[in-house]
């Protein structure tokens, strides 16, 4: 059983590596979301998880513990397979994932090609306690960042439901989160203070 493997990155293709350890090249599947960090001929730590089957003997490769315990908790829930898996973990980072879980925030999935809403709805009921001891285990921060796309759609649905009206926000919500996003992907919270301030200088 692999741990991870450290050694030289020879190859980058999208999702796919090889990394030569002590002259072996051994070919790893990535999320998208860690290809992006990585460089030919760079020395890398990649955590590994190795899929064995009857016509597969796969290796899964990740950024960090967290990311590889997310693949391996995704894995275990019925209908879901290493490659849904990868996908899952392509869009979004680990501290996102489990927001999502942790806070049943469904509709975030709905994007992830080829992920219906029966096995959206398995992953929420298995992940959601795992999630919440996810965060304690690796000691992930609870106020963690979402998409944009998805957090204009939150922050809209959760001040339209305070009494404010979409055209009201139609401008103001976007405005807010670019600023923000020079700080780095804003929090919900932070979205929904800063607009309220701004809501209310306007009135």
Do not use: C, W
Not at 11 to 21: L, Q
Not at 26 to 32: D, M, N, R, S, T
């Amino acid at each position: 059983m692999f741990d991870y493997l450290f050694g030289k990155i020879t190859f980058k293709e999208e999702s796919v590596i090889t990394i030569d350890n002590q002259g072996v090249g051994y070919l790893v599947y990535v999320p998208l979301i860690f290809a992006q960090e990585l460089a030919v001929e760079e020395d890398k730590k990649v955590y590994i998880h190795q899929v064995v089957g009857e016509k597969e003997n796969t290796l899964y490769g990740f950024r960090s513990r967290l990311m590889r315990s997310l693949f391996q908790s995704l894995i275990g829930v019925s209908g879901v397979g290493p490659k849904m898996a990868i996908k899952v973990l392509d869009d979004f980072s680990p501290e996102q994932l489990l927001d999502i879980f942790a806070n049943k925030r469904i509709e975030q999935l709905k994007n992830v090609k080829g992920l219906g809403s029966k096995t959206r709805e398995k992953i929420f009921i298995d992940l959601n306690k795992k999630a919440k001891e996810m965060i304690v285990l690796f000691k992930v921060e609870k106020n963690v960042s979402i998409p944009n796309s998805s957090l204009e759609q939150e922050v809209k649905a959760s001040l339209i439901q305070l009494g404010y009206k979409e055209s009201e926000l139609k401008d103001v919500v976007p405005s807010i989160i670019q600023d923000l996003s020079s700080e780095g992907l804003p929090t919900i919270e932070r979205v929904i203070k800063d607009t309220l301030e701004k809501l209310s200088k306007l009135k």
